[in-house]
């Protein structure tokens, strides 16, 4: 007995758009995707200009945005997942993020 394996070939991002709640991300195969932002904490709490700083990744596989060190998979996106982040990492990474803000007020005021 044998068993056959389907392989399934996933659609490209090709480009994409971020409000203040929604992810939409444009497939090859004419899809477009949307998510709410909340699955995706790192997005959530972004700049605006954080959030237009993304390129693709694999060729299309993916997204990432360096500003903040996420990267969001097509294969995730359409299977439904949100990050998979802990709240631990997190918490750490808005931390970071929160003390340096701090010191960059902190600057401008001196």
Same mark, same amino acid.
């Given at each position: 007995?044998?068993?056959?394996?389907?392989?399934?070939?996933?659609?490209?991002?090709?480009?994409?758009?971020?409000? @203040? +709640?929604?992810?939409?991300?444009? !497939?090859?195969? &004419? /899809?477009?995707?949307?998510?709410?932002?909340?699955? *995706?904490? %790192?997005?959530?709490?972004?700049?605006?200009?954080?959030?237009?700083?993304?390129?693709?990744?694999?060729?299309?596989?993916?997204?990432?945005?360096?500003?903040?060190? @996420? +990267?969001?998979?097509?294969?995730? !996106?359409?299977? &439904? /997942?949100?990050?998979?982040?802990?709240?631990?990492? *997190?918490? %750490?990474?808005?931390?970071?993020?929160?003390?340096?803000?701090?010191?960059?007020?902190?600057?401008?005021?001196?």
């Amino acid at each position: 007995m044998s068993i056959s394996v389907i392989e399934i070939e996933l659609p490209l991002a090709e480009g994409l758009k971020i409000n @203040e +709640d929604t992810l939409s991300v444009d !497939l090859s195969d &004419g /899809r477009t995707i949307l998510v709410p932002l909340v699955w *995706f904490p %790192r997005l959530t709490h972004a700049t605006a200009k954080e959030r237009k700083n993304w390129r693709l990744i694999g060729k299309g596989h993916g997204i990432h945005w360096d500003d903040l060190d @996420e +990267d969001i998979s097509v294969e995730g !996106l359409l299977a &439904g /997942r949100p990050s998979s982040e802990s709240q631990d990492s *997190f918490k %750490r990474w808005l931390g970071k993020r929160e003390s340096l803000a701090s010191r960059r007020a902190a600057k401008r005021r001196a």
